[in-house]
């Protein structure tokens, strides 16, 4: 969810733009702007920055044990198929 400052600083912006004469209906059409934009962030399913800060690390790690698990599965490979090579008799 989207933090409640910036919706509210999003609805002060846009009531600071609206002309002056529909400005002076208020904290009404100021609350009404801030509602109607929670409404519509709530739809969009957004994720706040702290969730998504969360989310990027935990990619980040996987990502590494990732890299960590092929290098693993290269040089696991690397062996299988030196063990496989016939012996030259000698």
Do not use: C, W, Y
């Not at 962030?41 to 920055?49: A, G, K, Y």
């Not at 890299?67 to 090579?85: I, N, S």
């Amino acid at each position: 969810m989207i933090d409640p400052k910036k919706i509210e600083q999003i609805a002060r912006q846009v009531h600071e733009s609206m002309p002056k004469g529909i400005r002076e209906f208020g904290e009404d059409a100021e609350k009404k702007i801030r509602q109607v934009l929670q409404a519509q962030f709530s739809r969009m399913d957004l994720v706040n920055r702290e969730e998504f800060d969360v989310q990027t690390q935990v990619l980040l790690r996987t990502r590494e044990k990732l890299v960590a698990m092929e290098q693993r599965l290269t040089d696991l490979e690397a062996k299988l198929t030196a063990a496989q090579k016939p012996q030259d008799p000698a």
